[in-house]
T-cell receptor, first 115, second 113 residues
Framework: NAGVMQNPRHLVRRRGQEARLRCSPMKGHSHVYWYRQLPEEGLKFMVY????????ESGMPKERFSAEFPKEGPSILRIQQVVRGDSAAYFCASSQSALGTGELFFGEGSRLTVL | AQSVTQLDSQVPVFEEAPVELRCNYS??????LFWYVQYPNQGLQLLLK??????LVKGINGFEAEFNKSQTSFHLRKPSVHISDTAEYFCAVKDTNAGKSTFGDGTTLTVKP
């Protein structure tokens, strides 16, 4: 399967724990985007990364959230000291370039539940 | 910056009836426009996109959309829906010279028998 791979699909954490969500983009794609979908809401942009660089993090909460996309390996969205309000589906998408047609290819999401 | 407004949060419709899902956007720069579909517990899939040229674009599963620059709209239509079209539909806009896409809040299409 050459699509966008996210894991874990489901993650349960207690308040105060850390959550790490991983995303492997489609083969040949070097641009990764993270979106959050709260229950009954739309997708909200969080961060856009290229290999080893954060291009746009305007949608990331200032505290507890961080993202990286190392030269080797998947992109990781990290949430420290989770709170109940972090419960959501986190979607990763990838694209071949930023200036192309812009079509995004999405993974199936990681659903975080904070108890 | 761009924004997207999907005018209907829920659209119930009977099978084989036509449907229109409305989308308006605002942007100060040139944009590309997209419609994505999300089935329960899945990621989003591209239905269709407008890049340039003909304002009527056709997508998968019999859907089409019309770009109206003067009204800044990109409404999605299907002449006859099926039960299997029940899903969440998202309109999105992307600056032609930047990376991220901005999504609307989604429209839940429910097709009833």
């Amino acid at each position: 399967n050459a699509g966008v791979m996210q894991n874990p699909r489901h993650l349960v954490r207690r308040r105060g724990q850390e959550a790490r969500l991983r995303c492997s983009p489609m083969k040949g794609h070097s641009h990764v985007y993270w979106y959050r979908q709260l229950p009954e809401e739309g997708l909200k942009f969080m961060v856009y990364l290229q290999k080893e660089n954060i291009i746009d993090e305007s949608g990331m909460p200032k505290e507890r959230f961080s993202a990286e996309f190392p030269k080797e390996g998947p992109s990781i969205l990290r949430i420290q000291q989770v709170v109940r309000g972090d419960s959501a589906a986190y979607f990763c998408a990838s694209s071949q370039s930023a200036l192309g047609t812009g079509e995004l290819f999405f993974g199936e999401g990681s659903r975080l539940t904070v108890l | 910056a761009q924004s997207v407004t999907q005018l209907d949060s829920q659209v119930p419709v009977f099978e084989e009836a036509p449907v229109e899902l409305r989308c308006n956007y605002s942007s100060s720069v040139s944009v590309y426009l997209f419609w994505y579909v999300q089935y329960p517990n899945q990621g989003l899939q591209l239905l269709l996109k407008y890049l340039s040229g003909s304002t009527l674009v056709k997508g998968i599963n019999g859907f089409e959309a019309e770009f109206n620059k003067s009204q800044t709209s990109f409404h999605l239509r299907k002449p006859s829906v099926h039960i299997s079209d029940t899903a969440e539909y998202f309109c999105a806009v992307k600056d032609t010279n930047a990376g991220k896409s901005t999504f609307g809040d989604g429209t839940t299409l429910t097709v009833k028998p």
